[in-house]
């Protein structure tokens, strides 16, 4: 009961502290937080809903990698590359993509400390 009152509250933090209900940023989420957000966008992106196709797993591993900065430790998506190889050029390595601001955006936040809450 403990770790899914657990989940159930901290699976919409981010790890840049945008999240909610508290706001939680890096660390301070805890793990089994952190781990069904990913394993939810996964599911939610590869299932089939009224509104859409559910989508390839390498479309979503590519999704996650390049816009996933601001909601998951940016280690986790470096693993989605180990896992699933980029189906083409990662937003992140490619100077001339549309997500060039975004990603410049995102590297300046993370080399900013952590805010967390307490």
């Known amino acids: 009961m403990k770790m899914g009152a657990e989940i159930a509250l901290s699976h ?5 502290g945008t999240g909610y209900p508290k706001g939680l940023a890096g660390e301070a ?4 937080g952190r781990i069904t957000a990913l394993a939810d ?7 089939r809903r009224s509104y859409k196709e559910p989508w390839s797993e390498d479309r979503i591993a590519d999704t996650i ?5 601001p ?7 470096i693993c989605c590359s180990t896992i699933y190889p980029p189906s083409a ?3 992140c390595n490619t100077p001339t993509n549309r997500n060039k601001e975004r990603n410049t955006r995102a590297a300046a936040h993370y080399s900013k400390p952590l805010r967390t809450v307490g």
């Open 71 to 77: 909601t998951f430790n940016p280690n986790w998506w």
């Open 65 to 69: 990698r390049e816009d996933g900065a």
């Open 29 to 32: 989420i805890p793990l089994s």
């Open 89 to 91: 050029p990662c937003a």
């Open 41 to 47: 966008v996964f599911d939610a992106l590869g299932s």
């Open 12 to 16: 919409h933090e981010r790890w840049d």
